[in-house]
């Protein structure tokens, strides 16, 4: 989950490797540190509890001087956050920072104590530092001792080890947790995303599964986990050079929301014409699989799981395909039936959340037909390791809420399903006309839903006060309005929950008073009519109500309800359309109460734990 940043070069590293930490500050964030090493083999550590800049403006006070470093930022999970429990980790000269968990760490921290280590930390870290210490003793290089304490570990890591001894040199390993490696000219660095080290680098190497690699300034040799060196191609990143730049926004949510048109029409650029897909451009073999496919069965964690959810819909009701959804960490512990011809099909913003490439790696074995994965990140460890891999291209996304990952990937869903009704003949060419043409139309249509922002805007502080929310939708509005409520916690820490419109009476109605406001998502689509009758339970029980209605659907604000009126979109591409006015009700109630928008507390962008 946090972020890491390795750097060995002649200069002084400090600044690099705390710039390296800013871009990755919204991956976790409760605690940052620094490990340096100067040519006479001074090692200076600096950590700090809060936010990246609290290290900087430490980092400045200490003047701390060296060409070789590690850092990282924090997202805790074993011990609080603390600057005791802030990485680097030492044991005498070895420091060590690490993303992931180690679950036989009580065990390890056992048998280190009967070894005479001391713990100084309530983290599962500390105990490969002391490993790392005692394989040293016994080892003739650094190398050595890591490839044989990860041997001694379970769980997952990635992970960057220095000695103080030896100043020029770093080691990194991986399993489960992303690691890559940037060259530069006579120096290199390393990062747990590609992203902190775009100031610095293009070229990268990305570790596999298992890899320890030794990286110095000249060089870099890569270990594959049986020990034997491997090559591991260089590859050049395309990636926009200013993701990291708020530029004229306030938030990176904010900034994120507006892009979501151009990140639409680069998602679909290229793989529609005006009127049709084009199949092939979701992968290579994709006609073959796509003809073949029977079931469809998709797995993602939480926003992910949400448009996951929205495109179960439309894969049985276009395409008539059958389709199931689960998340990613109940999937991968059950014992499930694989059914004949089917196709997996992962969703993740990052390509690394742990628990979709768990359920990746296990559906493999599992006998699926062939594994696809719908991913915002080229290189990462979905797409690498799926059979296909359909880039949503929504650019960088930093805000820890996601905003155009989703929205792309219901762009990039709609498409499959189409690619899919093709092969099946169950989508005929005007089905398939009308569908492309309204993605097309989706670019300008986002655009006008976000001018309702200044109403919305003053609706927000209808929103600030209250503790609880209650979203309501029907049909694929629903994963919609489970979408909007997640967004509306995530950021604002006001508890909200979705229900199917239909599932009221069923028990949610006992809540409905005053002080809990309800939204619907209320498209003009053949199910308007009941949801106008759910809509009337809730105003005779004396409830608020919210209503974000296509301009045609017929309703009218009172006293007890508002409609914000949405211009009237195709209805298949509608549920893209209405996430819009859901995003900025969010966004504006979080910034009435002044919560950290970007970096919401306890949690963290790219989910690499599980
Ligand atoms: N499990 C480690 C800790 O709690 C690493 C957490 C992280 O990935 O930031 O310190």
Same mark, same amino acid.
């Given at each position: 989950m946090c972020g890491i940043v390795g750097a060995v070069a002649q200069r002084d590293v400090a600044e690099i490797l705390v710039e390296g930490l800013r871009r990755l500050e919204y991956r976790g964030y409760d605690s940052s540190g620094v490990a340096v090493i100067d040519n006479d083999h001074n090692m200076k550590r600096v950590r700090r509890l809060g936010k990246v800049q609290e290290l900087a403006d430490a980092l400045e006070i200490e003047q701390v001087q060296g060409g070789t470093g590690i850092a990282h930022t924090r997202w805790a999970t074993h011990g609080e956050p603390s600057e005791i429990n802030a990485h680097p980790h030492v044991s005498e000269d070895i420091?060590?920072?690490?993303?992931?968990?180690?679950?036989?760490?009580?065990?390890?921290?056992?048998?280190?104590?009967?070894?005479?280590?001391?713990?100084t930390s309530q983290t599962d870290t500390e105990v490969i530092a002391h490993l790392v210490n005692w394989e040293r003793r016994s080892t003739d290089t650094l190398l050595q001792a890591v490839q044989n304490t990860v041997k001694q570990l379970e769980g997952a890591y990635g992970a960057v080890v220095v000695d103080r001894n030896e100043p020029e040199r770093l080691i990194v390993a991986r399993s489960g947790s992303p690691i890559v490696i940037g060259l530069g000219v006579g120096e290199n660095f390393l990062a747990s995303d590609q992203l902190a080290l775009l100031n610095v680098t293009r070229r990268f190497i990305y570790l596999e599964e298992g890899d320890v690699a030794e990286v110095t300034r000249r060089e870099v040799n890569v270990f594959a986990d049986n020990g034997e060196p491997v090559i591991?191609?260089?590859?050049?990143?395309?990636?926009e050079h200013d993701a990291g730049d708020k530029g004229e926004f306030r938030h990176f949510m904010q900034k994120e929301v507006y892009e979501q048109p151009t990140a639409i029409k680069n998602t679909i650029e290229g793989r529609v014409t005006h009127d049709s897909v084009i199949t092939d451009s979701i992968g290579v073999h994709a006609s073959e699989i796509l003809e073949k496919v029977e079931h469809i069965q998709l797995v993602a964690c939480g926003t992910s799981y949400n448009a996951a959810m929205v495109s179960r819909y439309w894969f049985e009701a276009i395409a008539g395909v059958s389709c199931s959804v689960e998340i990613a960490s109940e999937f991968r512990y059950r014992k499930f039936v694989t059914r004949p011809n089917s196709l997996l099909v992962t969703l993740s913003q990052s390509g690394e959340t742990a628990d979709t490439l768990a359920a990746l790696r296990l559906a493999k074995e599992k006998g699926y037909m062939s594994a696809m994965t719908i991913c915002n990140v080229a290189g990462s460890s979905l797409v690498r390791e799926s059979d296909i891999a359909f880039m949503t291209r929504a650019g960088t996304e930093i805000g820890v809420a996601s905003t155009k990952a989703f929205t792309t990937q219901l762009a990039a869903l709609l498409m499959m399903v189409v690619a899919v009704g093709k092969?099946?003949?169950?989508?005929?060419?005007?089905?398939?006309?009308?569908?492309?043409?309204?993605?097309?139309?989706?670019?300008?249509?986002?655009?006008?839903?976000?001018?309702?922002?200044?109403?919305?805007?003053?609706?927000?502080?209808?929103?600030?006060?209250?503790?609880?929310?209650?979203? !309501?939708?029907?049909? %694929?509005?629903?994963? /919609?309005?489970? #979408? *909007?409520? !997640?967004?509306?916690? %995530?950021?604002?820490? /006001?508890?909200? #929950? *979705?229900?199917?419109?239909?599932e009221l009476k069923h028990g949610p109605l006992a809540l409905i008073d005053a002080d809990m406001p309800v939204v619907v998502v209320a498209p003009n689509n053949e199910l308007l009519e009941k949801l106008k009758s759910n809509i009337e339970e809730v105003r005779a029980r004396g409830g608020l109500l919210y209503v974000f209605a296509d301009e045609n659907a017929g309703f009218v604000s009172d006293e007890t309800m508002t409609v914000i009126k949405m211009p009237h979109v195709n209805e298949i591409t509608a549920p893209i359309f209405f996430t819009i006015p859901m995003q900025l009700l969010s966004y504006y109630v979080a910034l009435i109460k002044g919560t950290d928008v970007d970096q919401p507390r306890n949690l963290a962008k790219a989910v690499t734990v599980e």
């Open positions: 420091a060590i920072v690490h993303n992931g968990i180690i679950e036989n760490h009580h065990v390890l921290r056992e048998l280190l104590r009967e070894r005479g280590y001391t713990f591991r191609s260089v590859v050049e990143s395309n990636a092969q099946k003949g169950t989508v005929d060419q005007a089905k398939e006309k009308e569908i492309v043409q309204a993605l097309h139309a989706l670019p300008e249509q986002i655009e006008a839903a976000l001018k309702t922002e200044k109403e919305i805007e003053a609706l927000a502080e209808d929103f600030a006060d209250k503790h609880h929310t209650l979203f !309501l939708g029907r049909g %694929e509005f629903y994963p /919609i309005a489970v #979408e *909007a409520s !997640l967004k509306l916690k %995530e950021i604002s820490y /006001i508890h909200a #929950e *979705a229900y199917a419109a239909g």
